[in-house]
């Protein structure tokens, strides 16, 4: 089976790989961090460096929230990209294979960052909004609308806040837990060639559509081209429900999706379908 693998595939597989194995040697023999460095960062983060847009497709979440190592991100990415990218390579040849993977990598990274700046912007607004108005229950509004997974553990500070809202100390400690939020929404780092990978199924879907492909969950045939409908559905409703609990860059999945149609639109000429 890897000996069929196609040179830029195999290559993709292995940068990758190398990168997960490094991030983890690196973070548990010397508390390093590569991600703080690689990952993408929104522009406005000190932790931002441009090449970061490339740099961030080859790394993958390595640690997980209880502290142990995680396989699963970089595990479906790989998968992904062995059973879908080789064919797309030997349709198209390594070299537009490769531009198309790096074209939706960036187109991702791309629409991710827009709808961050889209979220990141409201908050400035309202964070500045709350500073004029600082009492108990337009604090309350801001954490509820824009970041309720922090509501709970907020509540007794803002139920003491209420009985003395005009407190300077309260007041003080109100707009540092504003601050620290933003900027915790601000330096959160991206990381995975999902993006890329999503643009890999939607390109399988439209140039061999009616590929069968067997689901494992619920286990069923299904048609590629009615995959790549149903993943990219999931991906719009995940991503506009917004939940906070939620750490998966869905806007990041579209944008790889979204990037490879045009892309494959624009090469429509040169593009054979195969059943």
Same mark, same amino acid.
């Given at each position: 089976?890897?000996?069929? @693998?196609?040179?830029?595939? #195999?290559?993709?597989?292995?940068?990758?790989?190398?990168?997960?194995?490094?991030?983890?040697?690196?973070?548990?023999?010397?508390?390093?961090?590569?991600?703080?460095?690689?990952?993408?960062?929104?522009?406005?983060?000190?932790?931002?460096?441009?090449? *970061?847009?490339?740099?961030?497709?080859?790394?993958?979440?390595?640690?997980?929230?209880?502290?142990?190592?995680?396989?699963?991100?970089?595990?479906?990415?790989?998968?992904?990209?062995?059973?879908?990218?080789?064919?797309?390579?030997?349709? &198209?040849?390594?070299?537009?294979? =490769?531009?198309?993977?790096?074209?939706?990598?960036?187109?991702?990274?791309?629409?991710?960052?827009?709808?961050? &700046?889209?979220? %990141?912007?409201?908050?400035?607004?309202? @964070? +500045?909004?709350?500073?004029?108005?600082?009492?108990?229950?337009?604090?309350?509004?801001?954490?509820?609308?824009?970041?309720? *997974?922090?509501? #709970?553990?907020?509540?007794?500070?803002?139920?003491? &806040?209420?009985?003395?809202?005009?407190?300077?100390?309260? %007041?003080?400690?109100?707009?540092?837990? +504003?601050?620290?939020?933003?900027?915790?929404?601000?330096?959160?780092?991206?990381? /995975?060639?999902?993006?890329?990978?999503?643009?890999?199924?939607?390109? =399988?879907?439209?140039?061999?559509?009616?590929?069968?492909?067997?689901?494992?969950?619920?286990?069923?045939?299904?048609?590629?081209?009615?995959?790549? %409908?149903?993943? /990219? +559905? %999931?991906?719009?409703?995940?991503?506009?429900?917004?939940?906070?609990?939620?750490?998966?860059?869905?806007?990041?999945? @579209? /944008?790889?999706?979204?990037?490879?149609?045009?892309?494959?639109?624009? &090469?429509?000429?040169?593009?054979?379908?195969?059943?």
């Amino acid at each position: 089976m890897f000996s069929n @693998l196609t040179p830029v595939v #195999k290559n993709l597989l292995l940068l990758n790989v190398i990168m997960y194995v490094l991030s983890l040697i690196a973070y548990l023999t010397a508390q390093i961090n590569l991600t703080d460095y690689l990952g993408l960062h929104y522009f406005e983060s000190p932790n931002f460096r441009p090449y *970061q847009y490339v740099s961030h497709m080859f790394m993958h979440a390595f640690i997980g929230p209880d502290g142990g190592i995680v396989f699963f991100h970089i595990l479906f990415n790989m998968l992904a990209l062995f059973m879908f990218g080789r064919s797309l390579e030997m349709v &198209w040849g390594p070299r537009r294979f =490769f531009i198309y993977y790096v074209v939706t990598g960036l187109g991702a990274a791309f629409l991710h960052t827009f709808v961050n &700046w889209l979220e %990141i912007r409201q908050i400035q607004m309202d @964070l +500045a909004t709350l500073h004029n108005n600082m009492n108990p229950e337009t604090f309350q509004l801001f954490i509820n609308h824009h970041f309720p *997974q922090y509501s #709970k553990g907020l509540m007794e500070f803002i139920m003491r &806040w209420s009985d003395d809202p005009a407190s300077a100390e309260a %007041i003080s400690v109100a707009r540092s837990y +504003a601050e620290e939020m933003y900027d915790v929404k601000v330096n959160i780092p991206t990381v /995975g060639a999902s993006g890329a990978v999503f643009g890999v199924l939607l390109a =399988f879907g439209m140039i061999f559509p009616n590929t069968q492909l067997m689901l494992l969950i619920p286990p069923m045939p299904i048609k590629a081209k009615y995959m790549v %409908i149903i993943y /990219g +559905a %999931i991906e719009l409703y995940l991503g506009v429900s917004a939940s906070p609990d939620d750490n998966v860059a869905h806007f990041a999945h @579209l /944008g790889g999706m979204i990037f490879g149609f045009i892309l494959i639109k624009y &090469w429509n000429k040169s593009i054979t379908r195969y059943n």
